[in-house]
């Protein structure tokens, strides 16, 4: 094949031309990170410098940053909602963005307990669209014959919503795998799924997840690659082939489809790929019937080079567990994205994942970066520390994240702790920190310390007609159950033995808790079957005074001791865990439906 090679990438050897030109794409954001930033800047103010936000502050026309920053405000959602909730309501005037809002993404964190809703405009499918064409010709410099099979991949579209006007609520990738752009994709050789795009957009999860799976098996000598978005996602799909593999073994030995499965347009497409196989049952059967599931992924999918599954951040907690299931394979994380804007890419996806950094890419948006002293509080609101721009931020210092994009969000708070780690060219590189406030996650779901005190109040309602109460508590997200699910060390205080609260009672607290969660948290439970029961485990009189023993111990002061809200330290949990007297589960799944209460 003729390649472009009078331009070869300082990335390595570009496999085909599609490649090479994405390369050297990168190559150019990268080497002129500054200006392109200015750029896009002043494009952005350009066309939404009349909107009725931005009219507020007086920009005059101007388009630079330095009038950008000293007139426009950091802001976070909560400063936005009204202009928000007038876009849901129906007004279609310039109020954030002057081209027309042509939906809302769903982001997986919430205000108030709902979903955050990002406006977003037609164009920005796009952009998105940009970053994603960027990540195979990465990954073919490392991972050579990438075309000489497929991937099979674990990725679903979710219930979508109207807001009152009538516009679309949805996930950034249910817009994307619902848009003609994924529907009509070109064929391209180094991006071939198992899953046929029926499965991938039936909204049902069960049928959804099955015919993956399904095919994925019936095609397993062709796999090079096994991913979801998330490593919680593929979890889940090895958890399904637990539960499921008997009859996905009976319908590939008999070539017939799953009575569950009902949609039409799936059974249609599955027509002309299930055929019967006994000899591929029986594999199947052999390698799933047994006890020992470590290395299923490479037993079943032998050809599987690596796991593309996102590692970074809370979803760290999967490492061991996948590294179980795929006997060691690579774990490769190559984007950082969100519903707000589309962030950047790892160039080095084969690294280890302690060693992820992300580049982000200077033609998404305006990115600018808040220093975040992980030591000290934040200074106060009259003195707020002084923003960075991309290209000058500092190696070895962390900042949380603020964008600006085309879409109308201006010098916005994403709530991303960054640390900079090194620059590509003169763009800079990120090993994501953390989320701030978040205590809890298990998929996308993302609690913080106030859900779950909120939680344990309500709970602890139930507990006042034994006069018993919580004395302390703290909390536990438990990946070693597939899904994880959270789990709740609670010491009581009850005062009359003979009236203590039954385990029914204790079984019905963690359902309180639950029922107080955010939207996310319970769309999880109820919807996806991303995360299990609540459990609560009751622990001893005495042992959170053994906790703070133990934290003065290592140095904590008293004076300033407070009990963690969240633990994940071994030798902390192992003398919970040796503490506790009783445990209970949620006994049903709470309350969640697509619509959004408010
Ligand atoms: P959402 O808006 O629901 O798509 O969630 C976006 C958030 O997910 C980001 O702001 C990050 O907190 C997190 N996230 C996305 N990509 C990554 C990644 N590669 N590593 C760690 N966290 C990520």
Avoid at 304 to 326: E, F, R
Avoid at 416 to 428: K, Q, R
Avoid at 553 to 573: D, E, M
Wanted: glycine share 6%.
């Amino acid at each position: 094949m003729a390649i472009d090679s009078a331009l070869p990438s300082p990335l390595g050897t570009p496999v085909c031309e599609k490649d090479a030109k994405a390369l050297r794409f990168i190559e150019e954001m990268t080497r002129n990170a500054d200006s392109v930033q200015e750029r896009v800047l002043a494009e952005i103010l350009s066309r939404n410098g009349e909107t009725e936000y931005l009219r507020r502050f007086n920009l005059d026309g101007a388009t630079d940053s330095d009038t950008f920053k000293s007139k426009v405000p950091v802001v976070t959602y909560e400063d936005l909602q009204p202009e928000i909730q007038r876009i849901a309501n129906g007004d279609r005037s310039a109020i954030l963005s002057s081209h027309p809002v042509s939906e809302f993404l769903t982001s997986s964190g919430t205000s108030a307990g709902e979903r955050k809703l990002m406006p977003t405009i037609h164009e920005e499918l796009d952009r998105r669209q940009l970053l994603f064409s960027l990540l195979m010709p990465v990954m073919n410099l490392y991972v050579p014959g990438l075309d000489k099979g497929k991937g099979l991949y674990f990725l679903f579209v979710k219930a979508e919503t109207k807001t009152a006007s009538g516009l679309l609520a949805r996930p950034v990738l249910t817009s994307y795998y619902k848009s003609e752009k994924f529907k009509t994709r070109p064929y391209d050789p180094f991006n071939v799924y198992t899953s046929p795009d029926e499965a991938i957009l039936c909204v049902d999860s069960f049928q959804s997840m099955y015919i993956q799976m399904l095919c994925g098996l019936i095609m397993r000598e062709g796999v090079l690659r096994v991913g979801a978005v998330f490593a919680s996602g593929l979890l889940r799909a090895i958890r399904f082939l637990q539960l499921n593999w008997k009859q996905l073994a009976d319908d590939i030995s008999a070539g017939t489809l799953n009575p569950n499965v009902t949609d039409p347009s799936i059974r249609k497409c599955m027509e002309n790929i299930l055929k019967p196989n006994p000899e591929l049952a029986e594999f199947i059967t052999k390698e799933c019937s047994g006890e020992k599931w470590d290395g299923i992924i490479t037993r079943i999918w032998p050809n599987t080079k690596y796991l593309d599954v996102i590692v970074t951040g809370a979803m760290a907690q999967y490492i061991p567990t996948l590294d179980h299931y795929s006997g060691g394979l690579p774990l490769a994380c190559t984007m950082y994205a969100s519903s707000e804007c589309f962030f950047g890419l790892n160039m080095k996806p084969m690294c280890k994942p302690s060693e992820v950094s992300y580049t982000i890419m200077p033609n998404m948006g305006y990115f600018e970066f808040l220093p975040h002293d992980p030591n000290y509080p934040p200074l106060s609101p009259e003195s707020p520390p002084r923003l960075v721009d991309l290209a000058h931020v500092q190696v070895g210092k962390q900042y949380e994240l603020v964008v600006t994009t085309y879409a109308g969000l201006n010098r916005y708070r994403i709530g991303d702790i960054l640390l900079v780690t090194g620059y590509y060219n003169s763009a800079p590189q990120f090993r994501f920190v953390k989320r701030k406030n978040v205590l809890l996650s298990i998929d996308s779901d993302k609690t913080d310390e106030a859900e779950l005190q909120k939680g344990i109040d309500n709970a602890s309602l139930l507990l006042k007609e034994f006069n018993a109460s919580v004395i302390e508590y703290t909390s536990y997200a438990d990946t070693t159950t597939i899904p994880g699910h959270y789990v709740i060390f609670w010491e009581l205080l009850v005062k009359d033995a003979a009236n203590s609260p039954s385990d029914e009672v204790l079984n019905q607290c963690c359902l309180v808790v639950e029922e107080s969660l955010n939207s996310v948290y319970r769309q999880g439970r109820v919807a996806d079957n991303s995360i299990g029961p609540l459990e609560i485990r009751v622990v001893k009189n005495g042992t959170f005074e053994e906790l703070m023993d133990y934290a003065i111990s290592r140095g904590a002061s008293i004076n300033q001791y407070k009990a963690p809200r969240c633990v994940s330290f071994t030798p902390i949990l192992e003398l919970l865990n040796g503490r506790v007297v009783s445990k209970h589960f949620s006994p049903a799944a709470p309350h969640w439906v697509p619509e959004r209460r408010r």
